[in-house]
């Protein structure tokens, strides 16, 4: 069966791609004619997004964080905005912005490097060859990003902005698993501009002097690619494929490069060219072939440890269904403290899947009659696209199959991101609701167990 995508899902896709590429330039002409100094320009850009979400959280009546999540989500600002955002700018001074832009794309390679360093993921040949090329790649391009065949120095801040985005992006997929994207942007942005202040002395002194039209390249900024992008950015992520919408940043050094053309006149030289594409290649290969294929087991969770692992996961994605389908807190308090009760038994069961023996989702199963009925589907993001949704289906089929139930029913969301698709490719067939259902755009599933299919 085809994906069809939503169109403007697309489109924002490609919108927020546009106003990210945006920004290489922008940066690049207040930095160098402009009148405000790096870290000046980087403050008032993030006061400036600060107060775009902090608009942003009045209208939607945003919660606050709680407090013993401060010092993550501090961390996570500290080097998805202060570092990743100073180091860009500094280094923008004198890296061209398609050059930085090339830099900048290398981020997988140092995501993948601190994968494998912290979170036990393994490199194959093709993987390692890949960061080789990378590495290579990113050398050219320092060699070549002031014009034309001399070693930048500046170069290697970038090259700090973009390693620091690839811890941010580790460290932020603990706080995404409790807080919205939207949630989660607002706070880093409003923790990321505090260290910033220390150039607030600067920024007082050069405001008034410096062109109109660099203070308004700046607000540009901090409304567009520092705050209104994201919103772009998570719409199209909640309505594509996950890969699907990654796939999009690999056009982002194409686009700068054709923004500072079109602004600046500048076309990037050979060395920098040939540079960005040995780093754009060898990102590909970590991507697409660098890592070996992960075994994933789908068991029944029989011991205690089993078990305590699967409530685990299920108190995770009710987490986020609470945050995201804003469902109260409270709903699921009664499912959890009757979790043995509903999903043990003779009947009733807990489906815990591994990828390479770490805990990767689940699904448990419950007796409704002469039927079964699978509930809490889960997957860790770090683990989805990689056939272990489906894995838990087939084993849940099987199970209640050997069990003797008549049909297997499920009640998901069309707004879980290909959780239709997937059940229609198993076999499910709509039916109409069995029960009262308290997510949005819910649908019921049913599939027939003793049809001899």
Known sequence: MKTRYDTKAIVAALATLLVWSSAFAGISEVVTRGGYGPGQAALLRFLVASATMLVAAVLTRMRLPDL??????????LFGI??????????????????????????????ALL?????????????????????????????????????????????????????????GKGPLKKYSSLEFTSYIIWLGVLPMLVFMPGLIHQLPHA?????????????????????????????MPASTTASFLYATPVLATAVAWLVQGVVPGLVTVAGGGLALVGVLLVQTKGRPAPSTVVVVARTEE???????????????????????????????????????GEKGRA???????????????????????????????VFRRRGVARALVRA?????????????????????????????????????????AHARASASFALDLQSGA
């Open 396 to 436: 849940a089929v099987t199970e209640a199959s050997s069990l003797g139930f008549r049909r297997l029913l499920l009640m998901t969301s069309e707004e879980f991101e290909g959780a239709v698709p997937l059940y229609r490719s198993e076999g499910f067939s709509p039916i109409e609701p069995y029960r009262e």
């Open 306 to 344: 089993q078990r305590a692992v699967v409530r685990e996961l299920v108190a995770e994605t009710m987490g986020q269904m609470t945050a995201r389908l804003e469902i109260p807190p409270g709903r699921f308090e009664q499912e959890l403290a009757a979790f043995d009760e509903l999903y043990g």
């Open 211 to 239: 062109p109109l039209w660099s203070t308004a390249t700046v607000v540009f900024l901090g409304v567009f690619p520092g705050a209104l992008a994201y919103f772009l950015w998570s719409y199209a992520l909640a309505r």
């Open 115 to 171: 994968a494998v360093s912290f979170l036990g993921e393994r490199l194959n040949r093709w993987g390692w060859a890949g960061v080789a090329l990378a590495f290579s790649g990113v050398a050219a391009i320092s060699f070549g990003a002031g014009g034309g065949v001399h070693f930048e120095p500046l170069a290697l801040v970038v090259l700090l902005a973009s390693v620091s985005t690839a811890i941010y992006f580790v460290l």
């Open 351 to 381: 489906l815990l899947a591994t990828v390479d023996g770490k805990p990767a989702g689940c699904v448990v199963m419950r007796p409704i009659g002469p039927d079964a009925e699978i509930r809490r589907m889960y997957v860790r993001d």
């Open 68 to 77: 013993r999540d401060l010092p993550m989500l501090a961390l996570c600002a």
């Open 82 to 111: 202060t570092i990743y955002h100073l180091a860009f700018t500094f280094g923008e001074s004198r890296v061209s912005a398609s050059a930085a832009a090339l830099i900048i794309a290398s981020g997988p390679i140092w995501t």
